[in-house]
């Protein structure tokens, strides 16, 4: 038997074991069958297609068996369609401690007016990406929140649509139908009490903006939540082959691929993960005929407090700031 061979009955024998319902050994066996069949693949998937280093970026010694410290990653949905210029549609400060198996996400709504580092004005934060890109976005929510960040992930939004296809469809919470209708914006509807919703409603669900900016925030978040709790799911190992395809130069980060591989599978093999939202809201102002969110000054102190919290490894984890723990202190 031939060393090609003997891999392929291995993993066969894994996943007829992991089909037929050996639960206790479920996780280590998926994790067997993924290194056997896929790590390597998705390595140089990574590699050639999605990683995508700033200038500066230090090589940092990352590739560990298990992450124990908290990081920060700024994560940047953009509008991009072909060659036209891209802007940041969604912009989240999102804080991971992967021994506790939580997530922190900052969002940032993109009409918020602030100081656009490397520009030398003031303009909307989306409009960041669209003049400097991930560098000039990362700089500018750096300055903003007064924190920086360790490493950044963007997705274009055809990467998104066609990814939730091929987990199956989300599952999201839509009570009345969402009708997109404005004269200057791409008509849609999407009908309420669906039990699974397909990559295009999905995309709409978070792009939608006609109530409001924050509203459409608060949207991302619900739709990050429910992809993550898809994703973790062992059943979508499968689908990583696919779901690496579809992404390809859909997907940019700075995170070194052994690194992303390492993560997945610690946070696959531990408990659920949880994920605390919280929004830095802000008040409607117009200036020169254009419309601007000026951020609430209450609002981005706690958002740094946030940070600050979840950041420290010595915080454990009953003393983890929350959203209510703004509200309380009101």
């Not at 509008?79 to 939580?102: C, F, H, L, W």
């Not at 914006?185 to 999407?190: A, M, N, P, R, V």
């Amino acid at each position: 038997m031939t060393k090609k061979t003997k891999k392929m009955v291995i993993a066969a024998v894994v996943l007829v074991l992991i089909a037929s319902g050996a639960f206790a050994f479920r996780k280590p066996l998926a994790l067997l069958a993924f290194d056997i069949f896929l790590s390597d693949q998705v390595e140089n998937t990574l590699e050639k297609k999605s990683y995508k280093p700033l200038e500066g970026d230090l090589t940092k010694a990352e590739n560990i068996a298990v992450q124990t410290k908290p990081f920060s990653v700024l994560l940047l949905g953009t509008d991009q369609r072909g060659n036209e210029p891209a802007r940041s549609d969604t912009m989240i400060y999102s804080v991971i401690r992967p021994k506790e198996s939580k997530v922190l996400l900052v969002s940032i709504p993109r009409d918020t007016y602030t100081e656009i580092i490397g520009k030398g004005k003031k303009d909307k934060i989306n409009h960041a990406f669209a003049f400097g890109g991930q560098q000039m976005a990362k700089d500018t929510t750096e300055a903003l929140l007064d924190h920086t960040l360790d490493y950044y992930a963007t997705i274009n939004f055809v990467g998104l649509r066609d990814a939730v296809d091929a987990l199956g469809g989300v599952e999201l919470p839509i009570q009345k139908d969402i009708v997109n209708k404005g004269a200057d914006h791409e008509k849609f509807t999407i009908k309420a009490n669906q039990s699974i919703y397909n990559g295009t409603d999905a995309l709409n669900y978070v792009r939608y903006r006609e109530d409001s900016d924050f509203n459409r925030t608060k949207r991302q978040q619900v739709f990050l939540d429910q992809v993550a709790k898809k994703m973790m799911n062992l059943n979508q190992i499968t689908k990583i082959r696919q779901l690496l395809d579809i992404m390809g130069t859909n997907l940019q980060t700075n995170m070194q691929p052994k690194f992303i591989i390492d993560l997945s599978k610690q946070l696959l093999t531990g408990s659920a993960v949880e994920i605390t939202s919280f929004t830095v809201m802000g008040e409607s102002m117009r200036l020169n005929g254009i419309s601007y969110d000026r951020v609430d000054e209450d609002d981005l102190k706690f958002a740094q407090d946030l940070i600050d919290n979840w950041m420290n490894s010595a915080t454990p984890t009953y003393q983890l700031l929350t959203p209510e723990d703004q509200v309380k202190a009101q």
